[in-house]
């Protein structure tokens, strides 16, 4: 894999400036989210924003050494990476001291000072690695047993721990990822619609089978059906962006922050955004993240090799599908899913791996050029569709 030319003045900036932007907000709207909390129940009002402050930096520090390095490099790296998610991952189920427990369920590892969730690096780690395995091994997907399968079974390797550490949601956005990933590479639509059937097949038995899974589906298919049953925090979220109106109440005024709002600073960050900058700052905030998607599928068209194509295409859809599910369920119309908001939520891991993968991205801008365009149009998608599911070998 040879890198081209890094060109520095190829460097995306609206979509730097885009990032920037959101990771101000970003920090204002989580420092009045969680100044009530901090002063409350920690040390002082700062408490939560100069934690979030000091990831910040170092997000962007490592962002800024990702950009430098030619990503050729980092796929390259990524079986290790790879293979190191799978095992912090696994170290979750080992009943060691680094283990932490949360809510019921056992998602972090701490060293020392360090927390951090495996999830959050796991799924950048599956994503560097299918770039390049669907790369090499582009020709083999034709196959469903022999190539395709293997491709799944890299998916679910990562995918199965996390689902078993009660982390549904976060499971199901890993695939979803994948799935679009293996779409970029022109796998079968055939093979992806059998797949997909049985994967929302296995979710929902998952799901029947897990009493706090169960109870979540139960309690959205009850407010779709009845507008007045909703979850505690679906109500207080609606409430946030009933008062906030069309302008707001201005930002840090917020009154949900007051243990109205659960996890306000976290999972429900939007809802806070919504009642201080109002509909026009909700809206404001998710057309930076469409003007994200729009120039991360601009660089992955650019992008120098189909590596790039496929890197970039994933970390653009991993981020933008995370900010509009977290929309979503603020607004009710997805089920509570405790996924965070990118560069808004509070969480150190979440912020830093998707920093570093903002640094992937404007590298493969600096490499890319509009003479690559490497995408395929309507006559490959059409061919796609007409293919059989399984191959003849006769």
Known sequence: MKSQSINILRIDFILLLCVLVLIILGAAIMYSASSYKGETQKSSSEYFLSRHL????????????????PYQVWLGLSPIFYVVSLFMLVLLFTGSPFSVAANGSVRWLRFG???????DFARYA????LARVLKERGEELEDFWRGYAKMLLLVGVIVVPIALERDLSTAMMITIIAFVMFFFA?????YLMVTASSFMSIT??????????RQRLISFINQLLESQTFPYQVKQSLISFAQGGLLGRGLGNSLQKYEFLPEAHKDFIFSILGEELGFIGAVFVLGLFMLF????VRIARN?????GVLLAGGITVCIGTYAMFNAGVAVALLPTTGLPMPFFSFGGSSLVSHLAAIGLLINISMQGHQNYANYFGWPAL??????????DKR
Do not use: C, H, W
């Not at 000072?113 to 999830?119: C, L, N, T, Y």
């Not at 998607?293 to 991360?296: N, S, T, V």
């Not at 992008?303 to 590596?307: L, Q, S």
């Open 54 to 69: 000091v990831r910040v930096v170092v997000g962007v520090a490592i962002m800024i050494i990702v950009a430098a390095i």
């Open 113 to 119: 000072p360090i927390a951090f969730q495996p999830s």
């Open 126 to 129: 599956l994503i560097l690695l």
């Open 186 to 190: 022109q796998v079968k639509l055939s």
């Open 204 to 213: 929902l038995a998952y799901v029947l089978t897990s009493e706090y899974q």
């Open 293 to 296: 998607i729009y120039r991360g």
């Open 303 to 307: 992008a120098p090799d189909y590596y």
């Open 382 to 391: 059409q061919d796609r569709l007409n293919r059989p599911i399984f191959k």
